[in-house]
């Protein structure tokens, strides 16, 4: 019983409701510890590579290879097994996910912060302005990516910065256009209306008005965009289009395993990279899912209703 | 025999802060035929109510009994209340907008209904329907059973609501605040029509509503609810004319039509209360006028009086009426020094098409208003007549097609974009929406300072300071200046947004219906704050607004729009008692108040129920 005095509701701050809704959901855990598992097993690459005394690159033909030359399977001395060069998968996946981190993450927030821009600009003046950048989006969505990345690959010559800039290039539209549409609809909103009618000019109002309401579309499509650029750097990698070998990528690693059929002898070749990169975008995947859930519980009607009430 | 009775009906509904208590032990029972009024503002469980009857809350947690027909409701399966919906109890909505599907014809819904409960053939439910229709005042029903609904107007959509609701003639109909979403001159139609259709047919309608004017003209019965409770219900001639709750004798003294114009309103102090909690006491005390020292430690007993009445309460006698002891405030008349001036506005929309031109669609027809120093100046008129975008003209958010606005003896029209961004602090806006109208996600002190900002006026600790004077101007507690928006209430947030427009001490302030989305409680607690402000700070207003009384209440002039044009404009007074204009007087005419107050003669206490000690 509380004291009848005009007590106001004690709303739980939005952060903490956030983190209750993210907890409620025993996968959307499972996907957050995955991907701190794979960050600590990235960073600690060269501790990895210290304790097993392999480095990433060294062939070790005398222990890592069998008589007849095939990759030996995982043991006490290579724990994932060896590649056909004798190289330790356990080393090479470490230092490949090291790649696929840093390509989905610095791909992800670069092609967002273009297409934050774009779609502010867009979304906000709309008329001609809207148009043009409108229609260059759904130019880039038409081009078709693949053939347009190998061609450039093979003007410029494979690189790490190549491929980033080549996955931002591709993936910056769906940002701007949710972004876009985001915009269009708060503009409209009549807090705007009324920082207009104090005489605040564009900039301060898509920034100080329009840009905090953003912050959800924002981390989520951010969040949801690593998985796709880390595909997209592995299918890179995967078609000698990425990261120059003999640098380990998860992509590259799938593609030697693929070259010659050996996955025939050795599944692990496949398996481990394979599924290391399945279980990371699935991870991301579920995470950004959770985080829209959780931030912006409009899609649950029931317990919108109920919140309602609560105000 | 009461055609739907309630027993101690409670709704429970879990949410994430905790288990909200929507509905506490309601008891009513409903007479054959008659029209049964439940009353309340938003948040006092009455919608919830009607929704648990229904079956239409699924997570919700239901308890008590409701008899209609001889069966509990709440003990039914889901298939068999699906069953009773529609056929036994009829529902219309707020909003006829989005309870009409889009897609279909307005027939075809009609005879989905139809098709649903009984076996008929298709061409026998297309004659039912459209016999419906045109009793329900569609012209032309025949041909008009085939038009989609964005063809028809908010109003005609309502009719068709209705006739919906009564195509298979159930006993009860429920109507959730049916006559919100319209025009005072659509309302006053659709609630004859109402009135009409249960007499023809017998049918007992529930209203749910807010406005207790509307109530009080045609209710037989009315039951006042205040979070989640039953405050007071008894027969509506006694209820309103000398109401035994202080809560209801306090909504009608919040309201504005049973002032003379000009005086200080009685608003209910305060704000509802959480329904998350459960005190001990009455849930109205804390801000009851007549709230005794028990109130608050004791739950009330539910006392009964001759003439039918029963109050949650305890008081014996009927609370005093705040309303009658106040006297008008002398208002100083307005300068002669003119503030705005605007000669034949005009505005379309649409003109100057390359391919046909000037086939626009004209908003604003030649609108000439002057304001003086000091004074209000109404503009009245009904959704789509153009009064919101002539204010956005005028704060030079919409430039005009033709015409001229001069601020302060200054041609808006000739001004460089450096003066015209200085003027801009001269005019500010008031929105309806006060949820809309703040930024959701930066601070009330930011909000309140962005004037400042944008102006480069005020900085650090000096804006902070100016911020916080505001806050307390406006009876906003200046320590809450950190809070977010959602934090506060909606008649908070309304003065929030007034410290805002009154930051740089503009000359014009535009209030663009800033009590509609209110509470009547909360709304007497803004509108007295208005009036305080203009008398301190001789400030001028431009009310906007489509409720007569409460326009008529702080005005010193009228001007009465219609299709973009003024067609009329006098005094306050001398324009509610002679209209000129048939279509003011048409306005005029479909506003209802509620009845005057009058000491109930020869009311008697005869029973009292003390609740047990839960």
């Not at chain 2, 919906?164 to 429920?174: D, E, G, H, K, S």
């Not at chain 2, 959730?176 to 017998?202: H, S």
Request: with cysteine.
């Amino acid at each position: 019983m509380t004291a009848p005095a005009a007590i106001p509701v004690v709303q739980r701050g939005s952060l903490a409701l956030t983190l209750r809704r993210l907890g409620r959901d025993p996968a959307i855990i499972a996907a957050l510890v995955f991907i701190v598992l794979v960050v600590i097993f990235a960073l600690s690459a060269p501790w990895i590579s210290a304790l097993t005394g392999h480095s990433a690159i060294e062939q070790y033909r005398d222990t890592g290879l069998s008589e007849m030359g095939l990759p030996v399977a995982p043991n006490a001395e290579f724990l994932f097994g060896t590649d056909h060069l004798g190289r330790d998968v356990l080393v090479r996946l470490a230092y490949g996910a090291q790649v696929s981190l840093t390509v989905g993450v610095l791909a992800a927030v670069v092609a967002a912060l273009i297409g934050i821009t774009v779609g502010m600009v867009a979304g906000y003046f709309g008329g001609w302005v809207d148009t043009v950048l409108s229609r260059a989006m759904d130019l880039v969505m038409s081009v078709p990516f693949l053939l347009c990345a190998l061609a450039l690959v093979s003007v410029f010559g494979p690189s790490l910065s190549l491929s980033i800039g080549v996955i931002v290039f591709f993936s910056w539209t769906t940002m701007g256009r949710v972004i876009r549409g985001q915009v269009m609809s708060l503009r409209r909103q009549e807090f705007v209306e009324a920082s207009r009618s104090l005489g605040a000019g564009p900039l301060s109002i898509m920034f100080i008005d329009i840009l905090p309401n953003l912050s959800v579309p924002i981390i989520v499509y951010t969040t949801m965009m690593i998985p796709g650029s880390i595909v997209f750097e592995a299918t890179l990698s995967f078609l000698g289009m990425g990261i120059v070998p003999p640098a380990p990528s998860w992509g590259g690693m799938l593609a030697d395993a693929a070259g010659n059929s050996l996955y025939l002898v050795a599944a692990w070749l496949v398996l481990i990279p394979g599924l290391a990169l399945l279980f990371t975008t699935l991870a991301f995947n579920i995470l950004g899912d959770g985080l829209r859930d959780a931030l912006d519980p409009r899609g649950r009607p029931v317990r919108k209703a109920a919140k309602g009430k609560a105000r | 025999m009461a055609v739907l009775e309630a027993r101690h009906l409670s709704v429970d509904i879990p949410t994430e802060d905790g288990v909200i208590h929507a509905v506490r032990d309601v008891s009513f029972a409903l007479e054959a035929g008659e029209l049964f009024g439940i009353a309340g503002e938003s948040g006092s469980g009455k919608s919830v109510l009607t929704q648990a009857i229904l079956g239409l809350l699924p997570n919700a947690i239901v308890s008590g009994e409701v008899l209609f027909e001889g069966r509990n409701l709440l003990g039914l399966k889901p298939a068999e209340l699906q069953s009773i919906r529609g056929s036994r109890i009829g529902m219309i909505f707020q909003d006829p907008m989005s309870s009409l599907h889009p897609y279909y014809t307005v027939g075809s819904q009609i005879t989905e209904m139809i098709h649903a409960h009984e076996k008929v053939e298709k061409p026998v439910a297309r004659r039912r329907a459209v016999d419906l229709l045109a009793r329900v005042g569609i012209a032309e029903a025949d041909r008009r059973f085939d038009s989609f609904p964005h063809q028809f107007s908010g109003g005609m959509r309502q009719r068709v609501m209705i006739a919906m609701a009564l195509v298979l003639n159930p006993p009860l109909v429920i109507a959730d605040e049916p006559t919100t979403a319209l025009d005072v001159t659509v309302q006053a139609q659709i609630v004859a029509l109402l009135d009409e259709m249960r007499r023809e047919l017998g049918t007992t309608v529930v209203m749910i509503t807010h406005d207790l004017g509307l109530l009080s003209s045609i209710a037989d019965h009315v039951m006042v609810m205040y979070a989640g409770r039953r405050m007071e219900l008894g027969p509506s001639a006694p209820l309103f004319a000398a109401p035994a709750h202080p809560y209801t004798a306090g909504l009608l003294a919040s309201s504005p039509a049973n002032y003379e114009a000009g005086a200080e309103l009685v608003p209910i102090p305060g704000r509802p209360p959480s329904l998350l909690e459960t005190p001990a006491g009455c849930v109205f005390a804390p801000r009851c006028a007549s709230a005794l020292p028990r109130c608050t430690s004791e739950a009330p007993p539910l006392r009964v009086f001759s003439d039918g009445l029963q109050s949650l309460c305890w008081l014996e006698g009927p609370p005093a009426d705040a309303a009658a002891s106040v006297a008008a405030v002398a208002k100083a008349p307005a300068a002669d020094e003119t503030v705005v001036k605007a000669e034949g506005v005009r505005l379309t929309y649409g003109a100057g098409s390359l391919f046909n031109p000037g086939a626009g669609f004209e908003v604003l027809k030649g609108i000439d208003l002057e304001l003086r120093r000091g004074e209000t100046l109404g503009l009245v008129g009904e959704s789509g007549c153009g009064k919101s975008t002539f204010a956005r003209v005028l704060a030079g958010l919409i430039p005009m097609t033709s015409g001229k606005v001069a601020l302060l003896g200054r041609d808006l029209g000739s001004l460089d974009p450096r003066a015209w961004q200085a003027m801009r602090r001269e005019v500010q806006l008031v929105f309806q929406n006060p949820f809309g109208a703040l930024n959701p996600r930066r601070r009330v002190g930011a909000i309140i300072g962005d004037p400042f900002r944008i102006h480069g006026l005020a900085a650090g600790a000096e804006r902070k300071r100016e911020v916080q004077r505001l806050m307390e101007l406006v009876g906003l507690n200046p320590e809450h200046y950190n809070r977010f928006p959602s934090e506060f209430s909606g008649g908070q947030r309304q003065r929030i947004g007034i410290a805002r427009a009154l930051a740089l001490n503009p000359a014009l302030i535009i209030y663009d219906e800033p009590v509609s989305a209110l509470d009547v409680s909360i709304q007497a607690q803004v509108l007295n704050l208005m009036r305080s402000l203009q008398r301190d700070l001789d400030l001028t207003y431009l009310f906007i607004s489509h409720d007569l009384a409460v326009v008529r209440h702080v005005c010193d002039r009228i001007a009465v729009m219609q299709a973009g044009q003024i067609v009329e404009l006098a005094d306050a007074e001398t324009l509610y008692r002679t209209p000129q204009h048939p279509y003011t007087q048409t306005l005029l005419a479909a506003s209802v108040a509620t009845p005057p107050r009058h000491p109930a003669a020869g009311r008697t206490l005869v029973a009292s129920h003390v609740p047990e000690a839960a």
